[in-house]
């Protein structure tokens, strides 16, 4: 470390830009963060309010934290793989980028604080460390994406913990936290398989991972629009009647737009990487899953009840595909 010509971004450069830090912590990405909130606060009965929201915000934080922390604890690896990167290229020295993770760390914690007390940051605590521990220690080993997917089903539980009631907000946590493990489940599994082809993404994968990957999302997809399935046929045998079968016939509509959305999206991404499997394809699939994350999300929300708030995750979708196009979410 003492020969700081060894060390990428080390050395003298221009000053860093709000366009390079935006690309470090993956701006456009961070849209598929409030939606795990959204999805554990549905889940947990009470979708919206103002401790939702500010948990919504410490998430963002978490989730640039990590970006930025990846960048530096892999900056040796991205000046052969990935040079064009912030931190190898040069555009953000490495410290700052530490600076940049520790920074929005604390941000993140204190919002957390702030919109919620001490339940919200029973969330956002362990989201933390998670955040931490994976990319400092867990990220290259077998507990990789595990660890991954334990984050991002953290954050659903988060969100759960937000939408807690009670005067103190400490009541209820257990019902809270039991409400939220469904879909933090769900999110957790489509977790893993993104993280496990994210790893392939130089150099290309063996045909069985993505095919792998392609099953178990498969699975979630199905998982997930069960209950809009029984709707369908309860609908069809006319057990649901009145403004309340209207009603489960809509959020079963929602449900199922976006598990099909999810499957359109990430799915089809996997399916090419089947085909061949090179780091481009794959590659493409882990961008995919990053941004198909959001209509999971939506169809989670909605069979939660909260289908007002899942249609607006899934105008959310669209735009995330956009801004990707200008800074890349992987």
Do not use: F
């Not at 907000?169 to 257990?174: D, E, F, K, L, Q």
């Amino acid at each position: 470390m003492k020969d700081r010509r060894a060390v990428p971004g080390s050395g003298p450069r221009p000053a860093t830009g709000l366009a390079d830090l935006a690309q470090l912590v993956r701006a456009p990405a961070a849209l598929s963060v409030p939606g795990d909130v959204l999805a554990g606060a549905a889940a947990a009965g009470h979708p919206l309010g103002v401790r939702t929201v500010g948990v919504m915000g410490s998430s963002v934080c978490l989730y640039w934290a990590g970006m930025a922390l990846n960048d530096y604890a892999d900056a040796t690896i991205d000046a052969v793989e990935r040079p064009e990167r912030p931190v190898p290229s040069g555009r953000v020295p490495r410290r700052t980028a530490l600076a940049v993770a520790g920074t929005l760390t604390a941000g993140g914690l204190a919002l957390a604080a702030a919109s919620g007390g001490r339940r919200s940051l029973m969330g956002a605590l362990p989201l933390a460390a998670a955040v931490w521990a994976y990319d400092l220690k867990l990220k290259s080993t077998p507990a990789g994406p595990a660890a991954m997917a334990s984050a991002r089903a953290l954050d659903v539980l988060a969100g759960a913990l937000a939408a807690g009631r009670g005067a103190d907000r400490t009541a209820g946590t257990g019902t809270a936290l039991l409400r939220g493990a469904v879909p933090a489940a769900l999110v957790g599994a489509h977790t893993y398989t993104l993280t496990a082809l994210s790893r392939h993404e130089i150099s290309g994968a063996p045909p069985r991972l993505p095919a792998a990957t392609l099953a178990a999302s498969t699975t979630t997809a199905l998982a997930t629009a069960l209950p809009a399935a029984r709707t369908a046929v309860a609908w069809r045998a006319g057990r649901l009647k009145g403004r309340a079968g209207t009603d489960a016939v809509a959020r079963a509509a929602v449900v199922a737009a976006g598990a099909l959305a999810y499957l359109g999206s990430y799915g089809t991404a996997q399916a090419r990487a089947v085909r061949e499997p090179s780091g481009e394809n794959v590659r493409r699939a882990v961008g995919a899953g990053i941004l198909g994350l959001m209509p999971l999300q939506a169809a989670l929300t909605a069979r939660s009840g909260a289908t007002a708030a899942a249609a607006a995750l899934g105008v959310v979708h669209p735009l995330a595909r956009r801004l990707a196009r200008r800074i890349s979410p992987t």
